[in-house]
Nanobody, 118 residues
Framework: VQLQASGGGSVQAGGSLRLSCAASGRIVSIGAMRWYRQAPGKQRESVAVISRGGSTNYADSVKDRFTISRDNAKNTVDLQMNSLKPEDTAVYLC?????????????WGQGTQVTVSS
């Protein structure tokens, strides 16, 4: 199973970016899908999570600015990021729980850089 993230880049504060992550490989079903981020010198933190049924949860720091969504038919998860702040600068990584028919496994994407300038 591979997760391929895309959509990162550089924007000014107040701008928007949309991240996408596509899962491929031996997948029967995908459970929760998540976005994490890791800034230089800081621990990795959870940004948003979405269940297969569409229930979502966000870190307090991104509530009302970020929106996570998914397409179960395409095995993709997106993160719409609005009103970006310099403190949102980080490498963003996607994560997914996948079922291959016999067991659940968690996989990570390679990360995509988001840089927000003031």
């Amino acid at each position: 199973v591979q997760l391929q993230a895309s959509g990162g880049g550089s924007v000014q504060a107040g701008g928007s970016l949309r991240l996408s992550c596509a899962a491929s490989g031996r997948i029967v079903s995908i459970g929760a899908m998540r976005w994490y981020r890791q800034a230089p010198g800081k621990q990795r933190e959870s940004v948003a999570v979405i269940s297969r049924g569409g229930s979502t949860n966000y870190a307090d720091s991104v509530k009302d600015r970020f929106t996570i969504s998914r397409d179960n038919a395409k095995n993709t998860v997106d993160l719409q990021m609005n009103s970006l702040k310099p403190e949102d600068t980080a490498v963003y990584l996607c994560n997914a729980d996948t079922w291959n028919g016999s067991r659940w496994s968690a996989y990570w994407g390679q990360g995509t850089q988001v840089t927000v300038s003031s």
